[in-house]
């Protein structure tokens, strides 16, 4: 005598119904002012807030600010992501973090222009990064409570640009539409919170009865943090290769300012111009390459049904764009290798983390899970300066750090193919 399987609640069964442009583009908008408040103040508004505040220490100011703001995304995010997998009531699972997060954050970031001490400036930073990652968490975790998987790739890949995009345009607003740290602050929370509430208003989030809930407890949400590679081994596959890919990244792009001025020579190459200059131009080079293979990445791995080739590739991809800079420190070849790493990651994104929602070991702590996947997004932005730092400045130069980004992403990109469950 065989034993029926147990009923899967509703809210936590795999979407089988195709989510429609409206669904899409308010994901897509939240995406977006969720990531112009990440982005945003770390390039631009907090570099001149403690400049203005400590002139002679503003280098290690900097970075012990966004230091512990990184180490605070490490920690909030996979754990407001269990929390959201716990939460029931009428309004849903995800919504209430999704609004919460960002209304909080928004309110942080608002206090936080009118700091004026480093630990002032810490304190409300880490606070903002505290709630705009419960906010992003609960928002990431709607791809696998509504999308089937035959278009997660293609929604994937619209949700993916807006990293790219964020920075762009938060920088636009808080340089040329409005003037002062404490009004750029303000109108970044403010767009923060108008881009995500039309998603969390239009857009259904069922509820999930207590008796499905599992249990809510401290111990039982930080003993949920540890995900056995052994029991789980394509989970533990999709975070190391990430966690690589985004390495890369992180060394590729970190010492970028550094590498024109010193090694491209860009200031002598077109007196009169700062070096910040080219740094734009090549971040607006990239961010095109991303937007425009993002989506297309996205809607072609849907409709081949395969992640790794698409991934592999776009890895490839990516780490050629690295090769270049190791051998030719010139402006056309650092131009060229912007728009070849650009289009590699927009594919990169929108695949990846595809693949990644359906190696989640259980559809009850999608959240949460997803979360831990952003500790890999998280530590090499961490880990990168300790890698760069001394190769740059003994151990092979500029050659030697864009050898070291190709060779790791493209390890990164072969070793998706230890995962099994997915094409």
């Not at 982005?39 to 600010?65: N, R």
């Not at 998280?378 to 500029?398: D, E, F, H, M, S």
Request: with cysteine; glycine share 10%.
């Amino acid at each position: 005598m065989t034993t029926a399987p147990e009923a899967v609640p509703s809210t936590l069964a795999e979407p089988r119904r195709k989510v429609g442009p409206a669904w899409i583009g308010g994901i897509t908008a939240g995406m977006l002012g969720v990531y112009m408040a990440f982005f945003t103040p770390i390039q631009v508004l907090l570099p001149l807030q403690l400049a203005a505040i400590a002139p002679e220490s503003k280098v290690a100011a900097f970075g012990l600010v966004t230091g512990a703001g990184a180490l605070v995304a490490v920690v909030a995010n996979p754990v407001a992501g269990a929390l959201s997998d716990r939460t029931t009531g009428r309004f849903g699972r995800r919504h209430p973090w999704t609004l919460g997060g960002v209304v909080v954050g928004a309110v942080a970031l608002a206090m936080l222009g009118t700091q004026t001490t480093v630990a002032g400036v810490l304190i409300l930073w880490c606070l903002a990064q505290a709630s705009l990652n419960a906010g992003y968490a609960s928002l990431n975790a709607a791809i696998p409570d509504h999308v089937p998987v035959r278009q997660r790739a293609t929604v994937s890949g619209w949700i993916g640009f807006p990293q790219a995009l964020g920075l762009v345009v938060g920088a636009i607003i808080v340089t040329m539409l409005v003037t002062g740290l404490a009004a750029g602050y303000l109108v970044i929370g403010l767009a923060t919170v108008a881009l995500v509430l039309p998603f969390v208003l239009t857009t259904s989030d069922p509820p999930l009865s207590r008796a499905d809930r599992k249990p809510v407890s401290w111990r039982s949400v930080l003993a949920g943090m540890w995900i056995s590679p052994r029991a789980h081994p394509d989970f533990a596959w999709a975070w190391f290769t990430r966690f690589l890919v985004m390495l890369g990244n992180a060394t590729g792009t970190l010492y970028l300012l550094y590498f024109l001025q010193d090694a491209v020579g860009y200031e002598q190459l077109f007196p009169g111009h700062s070096v910040d200059e080219g740094v734009l131009v090549l971040t607006l080079i990239y961010t095109t390459g991303v937007i425009v293979t993002c989506v297309a990445g996205g809607v072609l791995s849907d409709r081949i049904g395969r992640r790794k080739i698409p991934i592999t590739v776009a890895s490839a991809v990516m780490a050629f764009a690295a090769v270049l800079l190791t051998f030719w420190h010139t402006w056309p070849t650092a131009m060229a290798a912007a728009a070849i790493m650009g289009a590699g990651f927009g594919v990169y994104l929108s695949v990846d983390q595809a693949l990644i929602t359906q190696v989640l070991p259980q559809a009850a702590d999608r959240g949460k899970d997803l979360g831990i996947i952003n500790i890999a997004n998280t530590a090499p932005q961490v880990l990168g300066p300790a890698l760069a730092a001394p190769i740059v400045a003994g151990l092979g130069g500029y050659s030697g750090l864009y050898a070291l980004t190709a060779a790791v992403t493209l390890l990164g990109g072969a070793l998706v193919w230890k995962i099994k469950s997915v094409p």
